[in-house]
């Protein structure tokens, strides 16, 4: 544990059913002044409105663009008409995310429309219907197998996060959207809204619609829900490693990275814009 702080990786303990529960790591990162100025933007109602609404823009097109996806390649084998109403819904929506005038307001369309998301989320899943059905996103604990499956990448990928902010000099409680509270990993939460879909999303569906997951890997708990084996797990995780040293060409930076940095240059161009160094926070959009 001593080598890895000593090298800036974090360890992160997640309880059986995937839920978070505590991240060792290192020194703190960075200089105090652009922490000073972090929560001076996060104090100022208008310029944490900009950036939140930036984060939900995100959202939504990534998770626009999962559905068009499948539409694009699968068109035969689920529902198009049904996934192209709500693909249409979501676009339709975009204007209103950017000009909405205040946190509560941004936090309303942000939750109709990722109800609308996760209403289509079952037409999205290819392979193994019997055993890998979506219904609602429920959590804590989750009820089914996907639920456990997007528990799962979805606690990974706000860790990631976390870390990344910590590594360029970010406090990660401390967001613009998600509200302050003990323990939680606030900006973390933020800025991990733009990757969900593209991260955590396509992942957990790439999973089953492989077959790489199967419905023996997990265990019914009770009033503790669904788990994960340690086969399961041991699997999901090789594929998210797997799946974290593919290449992209990052849209902002027009460079080759790896998937896995994604989180690190996302915190990293944060601060170059809490810094004053570039106009605005670049969002992640696929491509």
Not at 220 to 235: A, I, R
Not at 252 to 264: C, Q, T
């Amino acid at each position: 544990m001593g080598k890895c702080a000593d090298n800036n990786i974090s360890i992160v303990f997640l309880t059986p059913s995937g839920s978070f529960l505590a991240r060792v790591e290192g020194k703190t990162k960075g200089n105090v002044l652009l922490r000073k100025k972090q929560y001076e933007v996060a104090a100022d109602e208008q310029e944490s409105l900009k950036i939140a609404r930036n984060t939900i823009v995100g959202k939504v097109y990534n998770g626009r663009w999962v559905i068009e996806r499948t539409i694009r390649d699968h068109s035969l084998q689920t529902d198009a008409d049904k996934l192209k109403i709500v693909s249409e819904r979501l676009r339709d929506k975009i204007p209103d995310i950017r000009i909405s005038n205040n946190k509560d307001q941004l936090r309303g369309i942000e939750g109709e429309l990722a109800s609308q998301y996760f209403s289509v989320f079952d037409e999205l899943i290819l392979q193994q219907k019997e055993d890998f059905y979506f219904h609602e996103r429920n959590r804590r604990p989750p009820l089914d197998r996907v639920n456990a499956l997007l528990s799962f990448v979805y606690t990974l990928l706000t860790s990631m996060m976390a870390a990344s902010l910590e590594t360029v000099g970010l406090d990660p409680c401390v967001g613009f959207l998600h509200g302050d509270r003990p323990g939680r990993y606030s900006l973390a939460l933020d800025m991990m809204e733009e990757l969900r879909a593209y991260l955590g999303d396509r992942f957990v569906l790439s999973l089953i619609n492989k077959r790489q997951i199967t419905s023996k890997d997990f265990l019914f708990q009770g009033d503790n829900g669904v788990v994960m084996t340690d086969k399961g797990k041991k699997t999901f995780i090789s594929a998210w490693q797997a799946r974290k040293r593919e290449v992209i060409i990052h849209p902002y930076l027009n460079e080759k990275i790896e998937i896995g940095l994604l989180p690190y240059v996302q915190a990293m161009l944060m601060a170059r814009y809490i810094r004053q160094d570039i106009d605005n926070y670049p969002v992640f959009l696929i491509k």
